[in-house]
């Protein structure tokens, strides 16, 4: 059980990792050599790369989409997730 | 007669995005009579470019790798200065297109091209204007955070902070952003550093540019929404600065704040934020 919070929110409540397009992505694994948060695992078989650690991701931090040649890599809307940091945040302090 | 430019592209051969950069470089050369950088050659024997690097710079690159935009920074004396620049991958995508797969660019692409190529030619250059250098000139008083033999410094006033360790420092309805200094040392010695375009508009949170140092590379997360007035070109060129001075020479860009208010209900003034360096410092491992 990780006690991570990202702005006063716990880390694993907000949704922000990236999103593999397997109909898109080559494995050509420029995204995971990228990654210094170990977001991403290679594995044996088809599938070659998964998220395997989203709750690492960097909140806000797109900079793996930019070494994806095919353009495989999408991440959540980031005004949604601001907000829903907002809301969380509230809640946080109803509770 | 249009002015005349000396063109850096990628040339990158083994990705669709490499042959569209280097279309829209021959175009631009074609176009303004300007000269054509070979980034190969160039990289090999620099000195056969000395003349055409007579001209105003415009750099163009294919992916985010920015190969072309490096070997600029890369250059000896402390590297070139850009006039203009483009990343066709970025471009393509603002456009609502993607570079496709194909080699080899298609007709709509290489149209496509055509008009980022006119853009280019009719773009304003970028921006130096260092903005409010009096308000942003003030002493900066610091507090500190040891642990082992680190020691962060946090400014106590004028600046806020989000999670993602940068830092904003206002003055008026402006504000400068950078990384702080727990950011810069957890990175170790930076040898790049990529601005924003003046004239952006830079939503909260958006990223700003991007540091990278031999360990990583990382966005730099603008904690203000706002319009990019002016970028530290000194940054661009030794990003060594930011390691040196992260919170006064090693600002990155200047912003014309959006919404200070809304913008500042999810920021750590220096206090909070010195807790936050606080606790991280307590597991820190460079």
């Known amino acids: ?95 | 007669m249009a002015e005349r430019f000396a063109v850096l592209p990628c040339n990158g051969l083994d990705k669709a995005v490499g042959p569209l950069a280097r279309e829209i470089a021959l175009m631009v050369v074609e176009a303004c009579r300007g000269e054509l950088i070979c980034p190969v050659l160039y990289n090999n024997i620099p000195a056969l470019y000395a003349k055409a690097l007579k001209l105003p710079l415009i750099v163009i690159d294919g992916c985010g790798t920015r190969c072309a935009s490096k070997l600029a920074a890369e250059s000896a004396g402390g590297g070139l200065k850009v006039t203009r620049k483009l990343q066709a991958t970025d471009a393509f995508k603002e456009m609502g297109e993607s570079p496709g797969e194909g080699l080899t660019p298609d007709p709509e692409r290489l149209a496509l091209c055509r008009l980022l190529a006119e853009r280019l030619l009719s773009a304003p250059d970028e921006g130096t204007a260092l903005g409010s250098e009096a308000a942003f000139a003030e002493p900066v008083e610091y507090a500190t955070v040891t642990h082992d033999k680190f020691i962060f410094r946090i400014p106590r006033q004028a600046y806020l902070f989000n999670e993602n360790h940068c830092w904003a420092r206002l003055a008026g309805n402006r504000a400068r952003v950078g990384i702080s200094d727990y950011m810069q040392q957890e990175l170790g010695d930076l040898t790049f550093c990529e601005l924003p375009e003046v004239g952006v508009e830079i939503g909260q949170f958006d990223a700003v540019g991007s540091v990278e140092s031999v360990k990583a590379v990382s966005d730099i997360i603008s904690p203000v929404s706002g319009r990019v007035v002016a970028v530290n070109p000194a940054v661009a060129e030794t990003p060594e600065i930011i390691n040196e001075d992260p919170y006064v020479r090693g600002w990155v860009a200047e912003l014309e704040l959006r919404d200070l208010e809304g913008d500042r209900a999810l920021l750590l003034d220096g206090e909070a934020y010195l807790a936050l360096v606080r606790q991280k410092a307590a597991d820190y491992r460079p």
């Not at chain 1, 070659?48 to 709750?55: F, I, N, R, S």
């Not at chain 1, 960097?58 to 040649?69: D, E, I, L, N, P």
């Open chain 1, 1 to 95: 059980m990780s006690d991570e919070t990202f702005m006063g929110v716990p880390r694993e409540k907000i949704p922000w990792f990236p999103t593999i397009d397997y109909n898109k992505c080559d494995f050509c694994m420029e995204c995971d050599k990228f990654c210094p948060h170990q977001v991403y695992e290679r594995r044996e078989g088809e599938v070659k790369l998964v998220v395997a650690h989203p709750e690492h991701c960097v909140v806000f931090c797109r900079a793996c989409a930019k070494t994806c040649g095919p353009d495989a890599l999408s991440f959540p809307n980031k005004p949604e997730t601001i907000e829903l940091i907002k809301r969380l945040r509230e809640e946080g302090d109803d509770g």
